[in-house]
C-alpha cells in the first residue's frame, strides 16, 4: 500500500471520530446498501496519512438476527481491508452493538469515547457520520427544520454531559456520503417513502410536546416535503395499487394541523405503522443481501 497510515503512528492525538451508520440486516447479512458504506469507508481510510481518529461501528442486533449490524460491518471492513490493523491502532476501533435506532447509535457513541480512554474529559473533537447520502441528508434536514428533534444535538449534549467536547460539521460534503446503490424503479419508490419520515418525525415532536415555537411555522416545511413526495408515490407505477394507504397519510396531515396543539396518539402510532409496512414491502433490500 502506497498510501494509508504508517505504523507505528501515535494514537495520543485524537481529533476525530468517525461514525459508520448501521442499516437492518437481512438473514443476519449486509444488504447492499450497508456494504456500501463500508467499502466507501476503506477506500477513504486508505488515503489518510494520520492515525488521529477513532472509527466506531454503530448498530445493534434486531430481534430475529444472529449478529449486530456493527458487528457485521466491521467483519466487512477487515474482509475489504485485512490488513487494517497495520495503519490503525486496534485501540482505535470500536463496536457500539447496543443500538437498534440511529438516535441510540449517537446517544450511545460518545459514552463509548469516554469509557474506552481514547479521549479526555473536556477534551475537543470533530465528528464525521459515515452513510449513504440520503441518510445523512435527512439527518441534517430535521436539524435545520426541526432542531427539537434533531440527532446531533443530543449527540453533542450527551457527550457533553460525559465530559467530551463535540463539534459535528454541518455542511453535508464534511461527512462521508456514500451514493445510495439502487438507481432503479424500486429504489426511486424507497427514497420518495423515506420523504414521509419527516411528517413522522413531526407527529413525534409534537406529541412529546418539545415545540416551543408557532407550530404553523414547524409543520410547514415538513409538510410539504411529505406532500411532495405523497403526489410522486402516487403517480410512480409501483405504487399504483397503494392508492388507499397514500390517501391516508395525507387525511392523517389534515387531521394534524397546527391548529391542533397535541398530536392523537393513535394517529401518530397508525402513520408510523403505514410507514414502515410500506418502507419493508418496498425497500429493494426487503429480501436480498450482498455478496
Known amino acids: 500500500m502506497e498510501n494509508g497510515i504508517k505504523v507505528g503512528t501515535s494514537s495520543a492525538n485524537i481529533t476525530e471520530v468517525i461514525l459508520v451508520l448501521g442499516k437492518r440486516l437481512v438473514d443476519s447479512q449486509l444488504t447492499e446498501e450497508s456494504l456500501s458504506r463500508v467499502k466507501t469507508l476503506v477506500q477513504e481510510l486508505k488515503t489518510r496519512t494520520s ?23 466491521f467483519q466487512a471492513f477487515v ?30 457513541a460518545s459514552s463509548e469515547l469516554i469509557n474506552s480512554g481514547l479521549c479526555q474529559s473536556r477534551q475537543h473533537v470533530n465528528v464525521r457520520m459515515c452513510s449513504n447520502d440520503y441518510h445523512i441528508q435527512r439527518i441534517f434536514d430535521i436539524e435545520r427544520l426541526m432542531p427539537e428533534q434533531g440527532l446531533l444535538n443530543r449527540l453533542t449534549e450527551r457527550a457533553r ?4 467536547l463535540l463539534t459535528v460539521p454541518l455542511d453535508v460534503s464534511q461527512h ?18 423515506e420523504k414521509l419520515t419527516y411528517y413522522r ?42 392508492l388507499p394507504v397514500l390517501e391516508r397519510f395525507e387525511q392523517i396531515i389534515q387531521q394534524t394541523d397546527a ?27 426487503g429480501q436480498k443481501v450482498s455478496a
Open 201 to 242: 418525525i413531526y407527529l413525534e415532536g409534537l406529541e412529546s410536546g418539545v415545540f416551543n415555537r408557532s407550530l404553523e411555522q414547524v409543520r410547514t416545511e415538513p409538510m410539504r416535503v411529505t406532500l411532495e413526495a405523497l403526489q410522486q408515490l402516487k403517480a410512480h407505477p409501483l405504487l399504483r395499487h397503494e
Open 51 to 73: 492515525s488521529s481518529y477513532v472509527l466506531i461501528f454503530c448498530g445493534g442486533r434486531l430481534e430475529g438476527q444472529l449478529i449486530s449490524e456493527a458487528e457485521a460491518m
Open 79 to 108: 474482509t475489504h481491508w485485512p490488513e487494517w490493523a497495520n495503519y490503525l491502532p486496534q485501540t482505535q476501533v470500536l463496536i457500539e452493538s447496543r443500538s437498534t435506532t440511529t438516535v441510540e447509535n449517537i446517544a450511545n
Open 161 to 164: 454531559q460525559a465530559g467530551l
Open 259 to 285: 391548529s391542533a396543539n397535541y398530536a392523537d396518539g393513535a394517529l401518530l402510532d397508525e402513520y408510523n405503522q403505514r410507514l414502515l409496512d410500506l418502507n419493508r414491502r418496498f425497500d429493494p433490500e
Open 176 to 193: 462521508i456520503t456514500v451514493p445510495y446503490p439502487y438507481q432503479t424503479q424500486d429504489g426511486e419508490a424507497f427514497l420518495l417513502i
